[in-house]
């Protein structure tokens, strides 16, 4: 009798063990994997075709850099709680297929870049900071913990801001008063802060500047409409498309082999292609001429679209070889990479 009463308390508290696992394994927080992109969703108002006008538009965006006012933003790596403009963005990570969507920045400020290294659970964006970009930092180990840097606070602006694999350094575009105007250089910084390290030439308008797996940069040549790739030290310049007076390719991402570089072509539209960086195999994976901001996420491309024309910008992925056009969300706003206001 007592051995059958002891077996029916085992059976219970098994049970209830059973039970407590089933009800909170679905509420373990999603982590930062390869498969993990992040991006801007904007809910300001604006009509969907200024956004597109203004994302798309390279004079436009030459034109309104080379006129960037500047303000004085002190030194130091400072806090994320009083430095950042009021706004109605969004930093979104999502995984590649679309699911496990988790806002992380929700309508915090003026949000003007997002990327992500997922290997270091590291994101980086450029936000609006007393009227002018400044290059934010996010540490993404604990997501219900999101921990937010400001790296960037000198009397210039800075733009697109991208990691390295490895989440140590951030590269991006930085605004440089030479005295009759303002020239578009690639600039590279460790996410620690400290100094910023200008690595191109002021004869070069560097544009949409991104770390290879390799630690080289590449980059679009803003005069030419190529895009070339240095070295992190700005030495050994090489050139990857062969677009010079026929199109303007930028936002070029590399695949995590190394082999291969995707990028937005302007011609009659706007289309995702791919080539080899020594030069060979170019291919267009997209044709409707309104797609842009090719990211390379683990096994999948996740590009910007605004096909639909009835809805804003939208995410979207494919296959490598451009199969399997798959839209992830499905909103009113837009959604992006990166834009110039």
Known sequence: MRKAFFASVVLILLSLMFISCESTKHVVPPT???????????????????????????????????????????????????????????????????????????????FYSVQLAPKAKKGVFAAESSGYEQVFVIGLTDLDNVVITQLTTDSENHGYPQLSNDGKQVVFMKYVDVGDGYVVQTAIMSVSGGAETVISTPTMWTYAPAFTPDGKIIFTNDYTGQIHMMNADGSGMTTITASEGVYWDYHPSVSPDGLTVSFTRSGEGYDIYTQHLDGTNLKQLTTDGMSWDSLY???????????????????????????????????????YFWYFD
């Open 32 to 110: 930062v994997n390869a498969n993990t992109f992040t991006f801007i969703r904007e809910l300001g108002g604006e009509s969907v075709g200024a956004v597109a006008h203004r994302q798309l538009d390279p004079w436009t965006v030459r034109g309104q850099g080379r006129n960037m006012l500047k303000a004085h933003q002190g030194n130091g790596v400072k806090p994320w709680d009083l430095n950042i403009d009021p706004g109605t963005d969004s930093v979104v990570l999502m995984q590649n297929d679309g699911t496990n969507e988790r806002v992380i920045a929700n309508q915090a400020g003026k």
């Open 297 to 335: 996420v683990n096994n999948k491309i996740v590009f910007c679209s605004h096909r639909d024309e009835a809805s804003g910008n939208e995410m979207y992925s494919m296959n490598l070889d451009g199969t399997s056009q798959t839209r992830l969300t499905n909103n009113s706003v837009n959604e």
